[in-house]
């Protein structure tokens, strides 16, 4: 009988898909990574055996995840598309990496996910397996079953008692790690539906919110994060206190029509309160500290990463080559960001850093000013002078 690993999430998905590949012939090895999602880890190996799982893996993965995963990319600034902050693409590899190591424990012939042949994470799951380990054979139940829609996969999850937390009526897909979640499917397949406040799990909408602005202070120590207003806190533990702050002044929330990477284009909500805020933190406290070519190089860089991460390449030789760059970037980007939440909104409000490159004696047009403008005329001039015909 062949051994397959599955990635289980406890979703439809992975849910059917055990019951499925046990109806052809495999043993299904279940492994559960907890990536910060907050889920009953009891109730989904208990969810996994009953749909026909011969063993199940459950790893608490959250602290390597945030320094070896999220870290890096606060550090480079990605952000695909200007708004999707990478937390699902961001698992990925992880989880990977992981069914690759428990294949190779239980000799398995195979690894398998629940993915559908439409998405990103397919493609995320079988790149890195395949860097890791080109012998595994990797199955796709989505993409060869019968079913045609997630109605008929809840009709046959019904049909062999499996319990899941979908209906028809409410019919999102979501996966939630400590970075983020990441909504789809549903109304919100309507363009031109707001979605609705019911698809929404950590942030509050902001017309329910306090008129009250929030103020904290971000303190990052070459590039990490290290304290809110002044207390330290270990990385995960700061992702989770932002993520309940950001989630009361409704932060974080993005709604985008994304490129997917295999072309086409796919409607997607997502919450990222604490994402959000360190981000921006990040962001304004680099745009102190780095040089004006620096920082715009920088922002080349940040796009390219972002894509990486998006297009499953994380173990590639361009984003270790990306990530010696951006460490090189970090040596100065310590120093505290004062921010305002308000009404979904993360706004920096005040800046300070030993490494600061202000220099208010230059920038003031008060009676402090030392800049010489008589220099000006001529620093023109030769700016302009291979322009001039």
Known sequence: ????????????????????????????????????????????????????????????????????????????????????????????????????????????????????????????????????????????????????????????????????????????????????????????????????????????????????????????????????DGRVYKLKDLINHLNEIGGLYGVGRSDLVENRLVGIKSREIYEAPAATILHVAHKELESLVLDRELAHFKEIISLKYAELVYYGLWYSPLKEALDSFVHSTQKHVTGTIKLKLFKGNCIPVGRKSAHSLYKKELSTYGKEDKFDQKLAEGFIKIWGMPYQR
């Open 1 to 228: 009988m062949k051994k397959v690993v599955l990635a289980y999430s406890g979703g439809l998905d992975t849910s059917c898909a055990v019951r499925w590949l046990k109806e052809q012939g495999c043993a299904v090895i279940c492994f559960i990574a907890d990536l910060g999602q907050g889920e009953d880890f009891q109730a989904l190996e208990q969810r996994a055996l009953t749909a026909g799982a011969s063993k199940v893996y459950v790893k608490d993965l959250k602290e390597e995840f945030v320094q070896d995963f999220v870290l890096p990319v606060l550090k480079a600034g990605a952000i695909y598309e200007g708004k999707y902050l990478l937390a699902t693409a961001l698992g990925r590899p992880l989880i990977a990496r992981y069914l690759v190591e428990i294949a190779h424990k239980e000799k398995a012939h195979a690894v398998a996910h629940g993915c559908t042949g439409k998405g990103n994470d397919q493609v995320r799951f079988e790149v890195t397996v395949g860097i890791l380990d080109p012998k595994l054979e990797i199955i796709a139940p989505v993409r060869e079953w019968e079913f045609k829609s997630r109605e008929e996969e809840i009709e046959y999850a019904h049909m062999y008692n499996i319990p899941i937390d979908v209906s028809k009526k409410k019919p999102y897909s979501v996966d939630r790690n400590l970075w983020g979640i990441s909504i789809e499917a549903g109304v919100l397949e309507n363009l031109e539906q707001e979605p609705p406040e019911d698809a929404y799990l950590i942030t509050k909408s902001p017309t329910q919110i306090s008129t009250y602005p929030k103020y904290i202070e971000v303190y990052f120590e070459k590039g990490m994060p290290k304290k809110i």
